[in-house]
Structures are given as C-alpha cells and as structure tokens.
C-alpha cells in the first residue's frame, strides 16, 4: 500500500504462456483453411529467408573483421576505401553487409 496516497498498487497481468508440442502444432495448422494455411506457410518461408539471409552477412561480418586482424588491421576503424581495397579479396559484394551506417557507400563497388 502506498503511504502517501492509501491506495493499493495495480497488480500487473502478465499474459500466459502456452507451449505446444509438434503435433499440436501440427494439428493447429492442418485446421486452418486452405488460403490462412498457405499465407502461414508464405510467412513462415519468409522469415526462414530473412533468418538464413542474416546468418549469412554476420558470418561474412565475421570474416571480414577475421581478414583485417590478420593483416593488423581493426575493421571498425577502416575507412571506406580502405574496407573496399581488403573487401577485393572477397567475392564483388561480398561485403555489402559488413558497413556500418555511417561508412556505407551510396553504391557498392563491383
């Protein structure tokens, strides 16, 4: 209870968790008309895209600031030409995930 104000605190609903097993989940879908199910499974496909997608520029990430360390460099430091020179020794683009806001090229280099 709050002294000042003789009122009791709002309690705080905290929504439930549900957890299913795969055939429930399984069971759920197959229940879904045919249109809400291909939609589910368009979305799901989607976000498998993006997941793989993100995956893939952090492990070029990674092996752009591997690349640099071994030359005695520090990433996070080059300037734009200097990440373009190092990135020549990737695949064109390669490393299009690996600038930062602020050192982004308006165009990537091929």
């Known amino acids: 209870m709050d002294i000042i104000t003789q009122k009791k605190p709002q309690e705080v609903l905290m929504p439930a968790t549900v957890e299913f097993t795969v055939d429930q989940i399984v ?5 879904l008309p045919d249109s809400e199910r291909q939609a589910a499974l368009s979305i799901i496909r989607q976000k498998e895209r993006e997941r793989r997608l ?9 092996d752009a600031r591997h690349l640099a360390r071994e030359r005695g460099l520090d990433w996070d ?5 200097e990440r373009e020179e190092l990135g020549g020794k990737f695949a ?19």
């Open 54 to 62: 993100a995956r893939a520029i952090q492990q070029v990430a990674d």
């Open 27 to 31: 069971e759920l879908f197959s229940r």
């Open 77 to 81: 430091t080059l300037s734009q030409p």
């Open 92 to 110: 064109p683009g390669m490393l299009a995930g690996c600038w930062t806001n602020s050192t982004r090229p308006a165009t990537a280099k091929n």
